[in-house]
Structures are given as structure tokens and as C-alpha cells.
């Protein structure tokens, strides 16, 4: 319970020393993937810094969730988007979606995937990069860590090509990103680890199968991987 309460803590110190950073930084920002389980913790932590925030949509269903929030509809597979509603913005944000890749499938599967993924982000700093009034920043988040594999050594970002279907997928999503660095913006490529929480991510669904005896340690009992809370 201490370290609970501890951890609790520290939390709460971090994002009350946090408030008011942004203001000055940046005042409009445009959030893609918003409604996945960090998205929503991060729309409410940019409304509480201040920021004018718009979400930038896929589904028009997704709107009866946030009907205060100012939506922009795009459609990435047609590339479908109005470069008017997004070019007075100085931070943008696109989470990709984690239910779009969670295993490697037939290779079919696997090249629907890259696809997908790279022509979302893809497309979205092409039309980033051909405004006239850049973004300051784009951050993009890709899949949870880069090395999916049991390892038995350190594995850094260099060594990211020896870890399978989802280190490749991550890497061509920062490549993706091309257009809008040499439009000069500046990029940040953000990598999070699988999300534990009791009410989403990674951890609502691991009671079931242990509470049945259907999970544990596989035989190599080298599972390596990277969380967040």
C-alpha cells in the first residue's frame, strides 16, 4: 500500500509541476487517435495546460463521445482532408491505432498493416508539409517499444531491425514522416511501452486467461517488455 500510495504521489507531484509549461510554447493543437486509451488522458491534460484543442477524426461515430470538442474529418485511404482546417496549428499529435497491429498474421495481413499505418501518418505530414503556416512540432507515436522477440541481451534503437514484423513496422513509420522534417518541422518520434492500467490497456485483459490457467511464462522465460503506467 506504501508503494502505492507513493507511486500515486509521485504522479500527482509530476503533473502539478508540469502545469503552464505549454502556455507560451504552443496555443492550438490538432489530435489524431484521441480516443484510444492515452489519447484520452492526454486531451484532457492538454485542455487543463490551456491549448485550443481539435481532434482530428477517421470515424464520424467517434464525435458522440466528445461533442465539445472542435473535429476535423479526414479519411487517409482516400486521402481525403481539407488543408484550410488544419493550417493554424503549431502542435500536432497522431497516435496510431494499437488494434490495427497487435500480432503478425499471413503476409497478406502483414502488408495491410504497413499500408495502412504508414499511408495514415504518411499522408498527414505530406499535407502538413505543403502549408504555408507550419506546425512547430509533430509527434508521432508508433507501436509499444521495438523488440517483440525474446532477447537475452540489451536491445537499443540501432539494433531495432533484428526484432521482427513490429521493430520493421515502427521503423517505417518514422520514415513516414519524411515529408514534413525536410518541410522543416520538427519531429519527435514518440515510442511507448504497453499501457497497464486497471481500466484499459495490456491489463484488463490479462485476468481472465491467468484466473483460467491459460497464461504464464513460455518455455524460453524470456519475455522482455517494456510497460507504462
Known amino acids: 500500500i506504501e508503494r502505492m500510495f507513493a507511486f500515486r504521489h509521485e504522479i500527482t507531484k509530476q503533473e502539478l509541476s508540469s502545469f503552464g509549461k505549454l502556455q507560451g510554447l504552443f496555443q492550438k493543437a490538432l489530435l489524431a487517435g484521441s480516443y484510444g486509451f492515452i489519447g484520452r488522458q492526454l486531451k484532457s491534460y492538454l485542455r487543463s495546460q490551456g491549448q485550443q484543442l481539435s481532434l482530428l477524426v477517421s470515424d464520424p461515430d ?33 497516435f496510431a491505432d494499437p488494434h490495427k497491429f497487435c500480432k503478425p498474421g499471413k503476409k497478406a495481413k502483414d502488408a495491410a498493416i504497413r499500408s495502412s499505418q504508414n499511408d495514415e501518418i504518411g499522408f498527414l505530414c505530406r499535407k502538413l508539409a505543403g502549408l504555408s503556416k507550419k506546425p512547430k512540432l509533430v509527434i508521432s507515436a508508433s507501436f509499444s517499444g521495438c523488440c517483440c522477440e525474446p532477447v537475452d541481451h540489451s536491445v537499443e534503437q540501432n539494433s531495432i531491425s533484428e526484432c521482427g514484423f513490429q521493430s520493421e513496422l ?16 520538427r519531429v519527435v518520434h514518440l515510442k511507448l511501452g504497453f499501457v497497464i492500467s486497471a481500466n484499459a490497456g495490456e491489463l484488463s485483459m490479462m485476468p481472465m486467461p491467468f484466473a483460467s490457467f491459460g497464461a504464464g511464462h513460455n518455455k524460453e522465460e524470456l519475455q522482455a517488455l517494456n510497460w507504462l503506467s
Open 170 to 185: 515502427c521503423r517505417k513509420w518514422q520514415e513516414a514522416t519524411d515529408p514534413a522534417s525536410k518541410a522543416g518541422i
Open 62 to 94: 467517434h464525435s458522440r463521445f466528445d461533442k465539445d470538442a472542435a473535429r476535423i474529418n479526414w479519411d487517409s485511404e482516400n486521402e481525403v482532408l481539407d488543408e484550410r482546417k488544419i493550417s493554424d496549428f503549431d502542435l500536432v499529435i497522431h
